[in-house]
């Protein structure tokens, strides 16, 4: 075994688990999170070797996670499928916890966002990354970033109350 | 319920329900399987592509083969003609050239149109006359440039008895 494959491994044990964290933000689906990051990191470690001379290899692996949840390829190949039923359970039963229902109000709203201010939020209010950074992640302007955040806070905040059925049962791509 | 704002979306994103169940061990052999699949799948394409191009070689080699062929055969029932440009051989001039005069002593050709017309006038330029002896009482032809032209008679000086 090489250096390189050494390394490589060394790099998806440390990083890995935080990759699959962050898709699962953007996707709010534990299987395509873990897809898409196993398919990146399978492109980068075959060439790892280029990929490992990078300034800072963590978050060039972010970004290409980011540009894969992104890209018309994923979004072609898997608008529809079965939702991951074991993320949300419909209308919270009597008793339940309020702040497990505002949870839940809180991904169906999430889930009908669209991916680039899904991607937007996620960076903000997860990595706490400056809009700057997001900018340059998604490789468009500040107040393209400013803008795709309050499009989709004020598609939160006017989200209805309970999502329909139908909303919950698709994947979050919904526009 | 009230519609979700920045503290609830801040809080759901860090729900610590989200981080549960990664293996790090697990997501490693998912990443060496699909790097062995995507490994495999681009030694195909290339040998695919390799092969193609490999085809495209045999196939141009071939199709310039028979076109190149294809030009040198005749039909049967055309008359059969004598190729417009054969290997002729060089037509021998009818009528010799004019003797150039001699060089000069400068070493230097004269121009075409300093050279005597050989020719009667009125006739052909290409139809040279035979040169015939000039009569000795002609001698006032001038001559080539540089020869003196010679008298008729006997030398000067000398008296004949």
Same mark, same amino acid.
């Given at each position: 075994?090489?250096?390189?494959?050494?390394?490589? =491994?060394?790099?998806?044990?440390?990083?890995?688990?935080?990759?699959?964290?962050? /898709?699962?933000?953007?996707? %709010?689906?534990?299987?395509? /999170?873990?897809?898409?990051?196993?398919?990146?990191?399978?492109?980068?470690?075959?060439?790892?070797?280029?990929?490992?001379?990078?300034?800072?290899? @963590?978050? #060039?692996?972010?970004? /290409?996670?980011?540009?894969?949840?992104?890209?018309?390829?994923?979004?072609?190949?898997?608008?529809?499928?079965?939702?991951?039923?074991?993320?949300?359970?419909?209308?919270?039963?009597?008793?339940?916890?309020?702040?497990?229902?505002?949870?839940?109000?809180?991904?169906?709203?999430?889930?009908? %966002?669209?991916?680039?201010?899904?991607?937007? %939020?996620?960076?903000? #209010? #997860?990595?706490?990354?400056?809009?700057? =950074?997001?900018?340059?992640?998604?490789?468009?302007?500040?107040?393209?970033?400013?803008?795709?955040?309050?499009?989709? %806070?004020?598609?939160?905040?006017?989200?209805?109350? @309970?999502?329909? =059925?139908?909303?919950?049962?698709?994947?979050?791509?919904?526009? | 319920?009230?519609?979700?704002?920045?503290?609830?979306?801040?809080?759901?994103?860090?729900?610590?329900?989200?981080?549960?169940?990664?293996?790090?061990?697990?997501?490693?052999?998912?990443?060496?399987?699909?790097?062995?699949?995507?490994?495999?799948?681009?030694?195909?394409?290339?040998?695919?592509?390799?092969?193609?191009?490999?085809?495209?070689?045999?196939?141009?080699?071939?199709?310039?083969?028979?076109?190149?062929?294809?030009?040198?055969?005749?039909?049967?029932?055309?008359?059969?003609?004598?190729?417009?440009?054969?290997?002729?051989?060089?037509?021998?001039?009818?009528?010799?050239?004019?003797?150039?005069?001699?060089?000069?002593?400068?070493?230097?050709?004269?121009?075409?149109?300093?050279?005597?017309?050989?020719?009667?006038?009125?006739?052909?330029?290409?139809?040279?006359?035979?040169?015939?002896?000039?009569?000795?009482?002609?001698?006032?032809?001038?001559?080539?440039?540089?020869?003196?032209?010679?008298?008729?008679?006997?030398?000067?000086?000398?008296?004949?008895?």
């Amino acid at each position: 075994m090489t250096s390189d494959e050494d390394s490589f =491994e060394a790099f998806v044990l440390a990083h890995g688990p935080g990759l699959v964290r962050f /898709a699962r933000r953007l996707t %709010l689906d534990h299987h395509r /999170a873990e897809d898409i990051v196993q398919d990146v990191l399978a492109r980068v470690g075959l060439s790892w070797a280029k990929v490992s001379r990078a300034d800072d290899v @963590a978050a #060039y692996v972010h970004k /290409a996670v980011l540009n894969d949840f992104l890209s018309w390829r994923r979004r072609f190949s898997s608008r529809e499928r079965p939702a991951d039923l074991s993320w949300h359970h419909g209308d919270p039963a009597p008793g339940v916890d309020e702040a497990v229902a505002a949870r839940e109000h809180v991904r169906a709203a999430l889930a009908r %966002l669209p991916r680039v201010q899904r991607a937007v %939020l996620v960076l903000r #209010y #997860y990595h706490d990354r400056p809009d700057v =950074e997001i900018a340059t992640m998604l490789g468009c302007r500040e107040s393209t970033v400013r803008s795709h955040a309050r499009r989709a %806070l004020l598609a939160l905040r006017s989200s209805p109350a @309970a999502p329909s =059925e139908t909303d919950l049962t698709i994947e979050g791509t919904l526009r | 319920m009230s519609a979700p704002d920045g503290r609830d979306l801040r809080s759901h994103l860090h729900d610590p329900a989200l981080d549960q169940g990664i293996s790090p061990v697990g997501l490693l052999a998912g990443v060496q399987a699909r790097q062995h699949r995507l490994a495999r799948r681009r030694r195909h394409l290339t040998t695919a592509a390799a092969a193609g191009a490999a085809t495209l070689v045999v196939l141009g080699t071939a199709v310039f083969t028979v076109r190149e062929q294809a030009e040198l055969v005749t039909p049967a029932q055309s008359p059969t003609r004598p190729p417009a440009s054969s290997p002729a051989e060089p037509v021998p001039p009818t009528t010799p050239r004019p003797v150039s005069p001699p060089a000069s002593s400068s070493g230097t050709a004269l121009p075409e149109a300093a050279l005597p017309e050989t020719h009667a006038p009125g006739a052909s330029p290409h139809l040279v006359l035979p040169a015939s002896p000039a009569p000795a009482t002609t001698t006032t032809t001038a001559g080539p440039r540089g020869v003196e032209p010679v008298p008729a008679g006997p030398p000067p000086g000398r008296v004949s008895p």
